[in-house]
């Protein structure tokens, strides 16, 4: 319960990592490069808890949960007593070899080092990390602290004592770790959201939808049952019977729209503009930091209801 946790990067990602570890009552060691991103970590991190106390999803005061946290410019301070590292930089392969090679020559020899790489695997990204056994990727979604999920990816040289210590920190931090039996591009989380993007980017590209039509289908709809249940389970509780009935029922139909969309790949930059610029009209750039703000409101109700849910 006293380790050290060293995170890289303070984007998203990295601020979001602070926060969970930082509630969970872990001693968290920021390096962040950038000069504005670091001096802007901490004012970020008081207002993400001072939202998450607002919706009664932490009690701990944001001037509380920054005293677990330090914030560095150089790796070496920030890393050299660690005995987790999340690496949060930047989705760039070239860069995230270098960096988790630095970062592998200054932690202890005892540290498991993770990256938080959205699609790059852990084969790639660590070709210059010294003690390969204790590397693997922790893929977190974002914002952490309120998609309490992280799926953990591994090398087949990562040892599974360091999958075990990284598995018991994150649930001891309240996250739900899901391991991948095996490594591949896009890792899972992104393999589901994709498949979904993909036939909504189809809908969209065959005139059958618009594009905030699409996003009213998913938020009005799928996704309420998705909050409750994944789509195994809500496969298994639309049709009694259960899920070999539905399958029994469906997978037919199913099979013939995936023969539907084979070999589609939908992201031309003429469909994006066409999306973006629906889009754009009901959130405009301008916007963002507001709309960013109200999705993670919206999502700190959904997470108190589905507490009163799961305390039923
Ligand atoms: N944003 C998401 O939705 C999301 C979700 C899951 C995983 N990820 C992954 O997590 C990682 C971080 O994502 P993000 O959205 O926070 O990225 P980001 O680009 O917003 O932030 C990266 C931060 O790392 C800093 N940085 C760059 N080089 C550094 C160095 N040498 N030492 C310390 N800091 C350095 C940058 O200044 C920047 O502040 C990426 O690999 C990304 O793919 C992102």
Redesign the pocket.
């Known amino acids: 319960m006293s380790h050290n946790i060293g995170i890289?990067?303070?984007?998203?990602?990295?601020i979001g990592w602070a926060v969970v570890f930082a509630t969970a009552g872990y001693r968290v060691h920021v390096?962040?490069?950038?000069e504005d991103?670091a001096q802007k970590a901490l004012p970020r991190i008081k207002e993400i808890v001072s939202r998450l106390n607002h919706f009664g999803l932490e009690s701990q005061s944001p001037e509380h949960i920054c005293e677990f946290i330090s914030v560095y410019s150089e790796?070496a301070p920030a890393l050299s007593n660690c005995d987790f590292v999340f690496e949060?930089?930047?989705?760039n392969l070239e860069?995230k070899i270098d960096?988790l090679g630095a970062i592998s020559e200054i932690v202890p020899d005892h540290a498991v080092i993770s990256s938080?790489?959205?699609a790059i695997t852990a084969s790639s990204s660590g070709l210059k990390v010294k003690g390969r056994e204790r590397f693997l990727i922790v893929?977190?979604?974002?914002p952490p602290f309120l998609i309490r999920v992280a799926e953990i990816v591994t090398t087949p040289e990562t040892q599974d004592t360091v999958v075990d210590r990284v598995s018991e920190l994150l649930t001891q931090a309240n996250m739900s770790p899901v391991q991948l039996h095996k490594e591949q591009l896009g890792f899972a989380f992104n393999r589901l959201q994709g498949a979904l993007l993909r036939e909504a980017y189809s809908l969209v590209a065959d005139g059958v939808l618009s594009a905030p039509d699409v996003d009213t289908l998913v938020r009005e709809g799928l996704a309420l049952r998705w909050a409750v249940t994944g789509p195994f389970v809500t496969s298994h509780l639309n049709v009694p019977g259960g899920l070999r009935a539905h399958a029994a029922r469906m997978g037919s139909s199913y099979y013939q729209m995936a023969l539907d969309r084979e070999n589609t790949q939908p992201w031309s930059p003429e469909l994006v503009d066409q999306v973006a610029s629906e889009i754009e009209m009901e959130h405009p750039l301008t916007n963002w930091e507001h709309d960013v703000q109200d999705r993670d409101d919206g999502i700190m109700l959904i997470a108190q209801a589905r507490a009163a849910h799961s305390a039923r």
Not at 8 to 14: K, L
Not at 88 to 91: D, H, I, L, Q
């Open positions: 890289v990067g303070a984007g998203s990602i990295g390096c962040e490069v950038n991103a790796l949060a930089g930047p989705e860069q960096l938080s790489s959205s893929h977190p979604a974002n």
